[in-house]
């Protein structure tokens, strides 16, 4: 049953399908709406930022663009929660633990879509993946050098927890710049926990809590990524990139903080800019 659940979800080899690329001379954007609603790459002055699908053995679903993380961002320990006094079980699909929502692996529809800007949304599913429903929604926008993405996700019918975030697959950059306040500790099965103390060495595959911009150098190229966000998860432990990904909260967020929750009609949302110097 594990295996039958990787293969379902971050280890699933998903292929772009068909893209749609919108641009303004110095930013080219290539959007994968059936592989996740993702970004397949970004072109800044003809440079390529992202790691393409099947670069770097990146053809898995966890592994290449920038994908929404939705209904749940990072992992939830063991696929298990606890909500409003019920005890609930997705499904495991990388390890033990359930990872990034189901979002990124589900195709999303277009409702718009011009020359610098496309809107998707995404019917949430109710069954053992994610038994709560929803719709989900993001727009990417370009503003001269600037990338602008927005996510959010509607609870419907019922109540639900829910958090949000963007990971972007980043070529390694030559230099990072980044300052947060604090890091999350893990435990000894990797997992986040609380509370959230000093900010160890790298190489990380950790949780922060950040309020400032955090700048990739590469190729001669600023990237300035900047988001609402306080909770940012980075990964630079592999030598082909590093993800900076901004949340609405920290992994495990469904299990270190149970007052999460969005009743019928009620939206949570994020925004997160690339800009280009």
């Known amino acids: 049953m594990a295996e039958d659940a990787e293969r379902a979800g971050a280890l699933t080899l998903l292929a772009p399908g068909p893209l749609l690329t919108i641009g303004n001379g110095a930013l080219s954007v290539d959007i994968a709406p059936q592989a996740g609603g993702r970004i397949?790459?970004?072109?800044?002055?003809?440079?390529?930022?992202?790691?393409?699908?099947?670069?770097?053995?990146?053809?898995?679903?966890?592994?290449?663009?920038?994908?929404?993380?939705?209904?749940?961002?990072?992992?939830i320990r063991g696929g298990r929660f606890a909500f409003a006094g019920?005890?609930?079980?997705?499904?495991?699909?990388?390890?033990?633990?359930?990872?990034?929502?189901?979002?990124?692996?589900?195709?999303?529809?277009?409702?718009?879509?011009?020359?610098?800007?496309?809107?998707?949304?995404?019917?949430?599913?109710?069954?053992?993946?994610?038994?709560?429903?929803?719709?989900?929604?993001?727009?990417?926008?370009?503003?001269?050098?600037?990338?602008?993405?927005?996510?959010?996700?509607?609870?419907?019918?019922?109540?639900?927890p829910a958090s949000l975030g963007w990971h972007p697959w980043f070529r390694k950059p030559e230099r990072l710049e980044f300052s947060p306040e604090a890091m999350y500790p893990r435990d000894r099965h990797g997992m986040t926990?609380?509370?959230?103390?000093?900010?160890?060495?790298?190489?990380?595959?950790?949780?922060?809590?950040?309020?400032?911009?955090?700048?990739?150098?590469?190729?001669?190229?600023r990237l300035v990524v900047s988001s609402d966000c306080t909770d940012w998860v980075v990964y630079d432990a592999t030598a082909h990139a590093t993800c900076v990904e901004p949340q609405t909260a920290p992994p495990d967020a469904f299990n270190l903080l149970p007052d999460l929750a969005l009743q019928p009609g009620e939206t949570?949302?994020?925004?997160?800019?690339?800009?280009?110097?």
Do not use: K
């Open 40 to 75: 397949a790459q970004i072109r800044c002055d003809g440079v390529e930022q992202l790691v393409g699908h099947g670069e770097h053995g990146s053809d898995a679903a966890i592994a290449w663009g920038c994908y929404p993380m939705v209904p749940w961002c990072g992992r």
């Open 193 to 221: 926990v609380l509370p959230a103390g000093p900010v160890r060495p790298g190489p990380w595959d950790d949780c922060f809590v950040n309020r400032r911009e955090v700048v990739l150098h590469r190729g001669g190229q």
């Open 86 to 160: 019920r005890s609930y079980v997705v499904p495991p699909d990388l390890g033990d633990h359930a990872i990034h929502g189901v979002g990124y692996v589900m195709p999303w529809a277009v409702t718009a879509q011009g020359a610098e800007h496309v809107e998707m949304t995404l019917a949430l599913p109710t069954d053992a993946r994610w038994p709560f429903g929803g719709v989900a929604s993001q727009r990417v926008r370009l503003q001269g050098r600037a990338l602008r993405l927005s996510l959010a996700v509607q609870a419907t019918d019922q109540s639900m």
């Open 268 to 277: 949570l949302s994020m925004d997160c800019t690339l800009r280009w110097d």
